[in-house]
């Protein structure tokens, strides 16, 4: 079976640190996204007629009401994790109208950007992603990875990002620097990176 390139993804990472982002719904989905965006540093509202009660444990905006279109003005990001078919339509359309990235929860046909499985050791980060066909698939790759890779690779990356850091100031743009730049991780490998 062939899959269709033409809906392919462009991967990317979005830095949502002190910005503005909108969860539409108040359940357990819409719970696990708020959360991740939390701990992203967005500036998180989530608007839903009720909300379960972990909601209150949270450090966002709630607005205890239906969700309006101009609920997403200025939002970087709107995640839609409602059961409501019209509710999630609503969503993506005022999104759209704004040109405001939006993921409605299990309706890629919604969706202007999905969500991928992550795996997080310290500053690498690792997304998978199905194009979203299959979820599932993309988080038993992840789990596979995150019993591949080394507890310590998160501490590798920051030294490695502190090196860096002293051969850029230190040097001007060169081959000399370009090559200094590539050693760094030349004798870096899985194995070496401190073992689990």
């Known amino acids: 079976m062939r899959y269709n390139r033409r809906s392919m993804y462009y991967p990317l990472m979005l830095k949502v640190k002190d910005e503005a982002c ?19 540093g967005a500036d998180v509202t989530a608007v839903s007629p009720e909300f379960s009660p972990a909601f209150r444990r949270l450090r966002i905006r709630r607005l205890e009401r239906r969700f309006r279109e101009g609920d ?20 993506h359309d005022a999104c759209r109208r ?16 999905i969500v991928p499985s992550v795996l997080r050791r310290g500053p690498v980060v ?10 599932p698939l993309a988080k038993a790759l992840r789990r596979q990875l995150d019993a591949l890779l080394p507890r310590s690779i998160g501490t ?7 090196e860096r850091r002293k051969i850029l100031r ?3 743009p060169s081959a000399a620097r370009t090559r200094l730049l590539k050693g760094l991780v030349r004798d870096v490998t899985l194995s070496r990176a401190g073992g689990r």
């Open 98 to 113: 704004r040109c405001i990235p939006v993921n409605v929860v299990d309706v890629p046909d919604l969706c202007s950007v």
């Open 72 to 91: 997403v003005r200025g939002r970087v990001l709107v995640i839609a994790a409602t059961d409501s078919p019209a509710t999630n339509r609503a969503v």
């Open 22 to 40: 909108l969860i539409v719904g108040g359940g357990r989905v819409a719970l696990q996204k708020a959360r991740a965006l939390r701990r992203a």
């Open 156 to 162: 590798t990356a920051a030294r490695l990002g502190a």
């Open 126 to 135: 690792i997304s998978i992603s199905t194009g979203g066909q299959s979820p």
């Open 170 to 172: 230190a040097l001007p």
